[in-house]
């Protein structure tokens, strides 16, 4: 039996494309700062962000490694993001300040303090037990 999971491309990844849907059903992707823990991937959002609006509207996305910069390395993974709330809220952001010391230490703590926004958590679970090889045409 094999020991992949479909997060497996995620190990060592510092980003990934998070593709969400907006009410049209269009795709729209977007580069985030992730970390792995327990078999889902974490990241966050600004709470006014278009990016939340859509999780809000569509819980429904799809994550594949990526640069940096925002291009695609690997295959992506087909789940529904949950947005975390107390304990379980402070463990993902605790995770992903470790994983990001520089933008979840230093730069997201002053804009919440300054700007007063508000960072949301997530954890993605992927649906299926296998990679997709495939985003043609998804979601159906």
């Known amino acids: 039996m094999s020991t992949a999971t479909p997060l497996t491309s995620f190990r060592g990844q510092r980003t990934a494309?998070?593709?969400?849907?907006?009410?049209?059903?269009?795709?729209?992707?977007?580069?985030?700062?992730?970390?792995?823990?327990?078999?889902r991937v974490l990241f966050c959002a600004w709470e006014d962000s278009d990016r939340a609006q859509r999780l809000r509207r569509n819980p429904v996305a799809d994550l594949r490694p990526c640069t940096s910069r925002g291009r695609p390395s690997g295959n992506p993974v087909h789940g529904r993001a949950r947005q975390l709330e107390g304990a379980e809220a402070q463990r993902a952001a605790r995770i992903l300040r470790r994983r990001h010391p520089m933008s979840q230490r230093w730069s997201a703590p002053i804009s919440e303090r300054l700007l007063r926004y508000r960072m949301l958590y997530y954890a993605l679970a992927p649906d299926h037990d296998e990679e997709v090889q495939s985003v043609e045409g998804w979601p159906d």
């Not at 849907?21 to 795709?27: A, C």
């Not at 992707?29 to 327990?38: E, H």
């Open 17 to 39: 494309l998070l593709s969400t849907y907006g009410e049209d059903g269009t795709s729209v992707d977007t580069p985030v700062n992730i970390a792995l823990d327990n078999g």
